[in-house]
């Protein structure tokens, strides 16, 4: 039973990271857990490959499929080996009518769940050291340094 909880737990996380690559300025590395999450489910057999569909987003023109993933009772769709595209049943066009359950789940908390399963690293760099304060007083400027008090006086 608590197999069948924590797939379901990792599917809505994945659900939800998903959903956030989609709309992200730079979703990288959403997809990349995503695709290291769903390899792992596949390897362990807890998600099946079930088809492949057409994608909605054709690649230059051309048109491509992608790989249908049943996790739990949650799908989502990878981009296919060579193997999948000669072993899996083509479905055609996306189900449009099919959506996934809704889940309200915190972004941080669903990349948390996932990363804690695939114990995954992120490549974020590491905190930058704290950057020196500078008195906005002393603005450099383009006329040069300003020294005070004046060392050299001109009148006499």
């Not at 994945?14 to 596949?42: D, R």
């Not at 189900?95 to 114990?119: E, F, W």
Request: with cysteine.
């Amino acid at each position: 039973m608590e197999n069948k909880v924590e797939v379901q737990q990792i599917a809505q996380a994945l659900f939800v990271i998903n959903k956030h690559a989609k709309t992200a300025p730079q979703p990288k590395q959403l997809y990349q857990l995503k695709k290291q999450a769903i390899e792992q489910l596949l390897k362990e057999k807890k998600a099946v490959k079930k088809g492949l569909h057409f994608s909605d987003h054709p690649k230059l023109s051309n048109q491509h499929s992608t790989v249908l993933i049943e996790v739990g009772d949650y799908c989502f769709h990878i981009p296919p080996t060579k193997g999948d595209l000669k072993q899996l049943k083509h479905f055609g066009s996306l189900n449009q009518t099919y959506r996934n359950p809704p889940v309200k789940m915190s972004l941080s908390k669903a990349k948390r769940l996932v990363g804690q399963y695939i114990n995954w690293k992120s490549d974020k760099p590491k905190s930058l050291p704290a950057r020196k304060q500078h008195s906005s007083y002393f603005v450099p400027s383009s006329l040069g340094k300003m020294e005070w008090p004046p060392a050299h006086s001109k009148r006499k």
